[in-house]
């Protein structure tokens, strides 16, 4: 391991806002005592919660803190000297309402408590083409999300993937959801209201940051995708049975679409 990295996970274990949790506590379920606490034990106040579930450098966490001071702001992912930056940055600046928490997200729930979140963005997440399971705005993650997310809480996806944005519209169709906001090019969304500051198309406050990935997708040429729906917690869901045209740019030698049935 580099000196860098090694430097960065040393600031990363000295870091208030940090909160790290090896896999070896996830493995043996061992309680977590922030869960259900995190109002009153980290913040200090009862402002909603929100997530950034794969936040790699914490662009989103750390803009949207700046930008919102009554919501608290949490960046989740397992990449530690990614997450550095975003770290470094919050603490510098003395941001009060900023966490992150170093962890594999699919044991997000057993962070979390029963309500306790009320926002999630998902963004720039790995489209995961070949396997459902392991997409953040499956059916799978969202009845994780359901154990804690207060009910219709709201989800958002910001993605260059025209797969995962089209395989989440699939699935919230296939579970009669309707998203409050949908477009495959977000930045041709402007409306002259909303450049106004007056109510404009909804999709105002995912534009309002850049991540590094998203400005790297935007040079390619590739059309930013933004999706924003409300989860309940009363429907079953189920999985959308059907094929989608894989990424080009992403799936490289593979097969050009994805099969329902090696996608389960």
Excluded at 56 to 83: C, H, Q, S, W
Aim: aromatic fraction near 12%; hydrophobic fraction near 35%.
């Amino acid at each position: 391991m580099s000196k860098g990295k090694l430097a960065k996970f040393a600031d990363m274990a000295a870091n208030p806002l940090v909160i790290e949790c090896p896999f070896t506590t996830i493995k043996e379920e061992t309680l977590f005592d922030l869960k259900g606490h995190w109002h009153e034990q980290f913040f200090k106040n009862t402002n909603p919660i929100v997530l950034e579930l794969g936040c790699g450098r914490g662009e989103y966490t750390v803009g949207l803190a700046r930008r919102y001071p009554d919501r608290n702001f949490i960046g989740v992912d397992i990449k530690g000297a990614r997450m550095w930056t975003g770290a470094q940055e919050a603490l510098q600046e003395g941001l009060r309402n900023v966490a992150f928490l170093r962890t594999h997200i699919e044991f997000i729930d057993r962070f979390f408590g029963s309500g306790e979140v009320a926002e999630i963005w998902l963004t720039f997440s790995d489209p995961q083409m070949k396997k459902a399971t392991k997409r953040l705005s499956s059916t799978y993650f969202l009845e994780r999300y359901r154990r804690f997310l207060a009910d219709g809480g709201t989800i958002h996806l910001k993605t260059d993937s025209n797969f995962l944005f089209t395989y989440t519209e699939e699935m919230l169709q296939a579970n009669l959801l309707t998203p409050e906001y949908a477009t495959r090019n977000l930045y041709a969304a402007v409306t002259d209201s909303e450049e106004t500051g007056e109510a404009g198309d909804g999709g105002r406050e995912a534009r309002s940051i850049q991540t590094y990935y998203e400005q790297m997708w935007r040079d390619r040429g590739i059309d930013i995708k933004y999706l924003r729906f409300r989860l309940p917690h009363s429907t079953p869901l189920v999985e959308p049975d059907v094929e989608i045209p894989l990424d080009e740019y992403r799936s490289y030698n593979r097969s050009k679409r994805s099969g329902a049935e090696t996608g389960k």
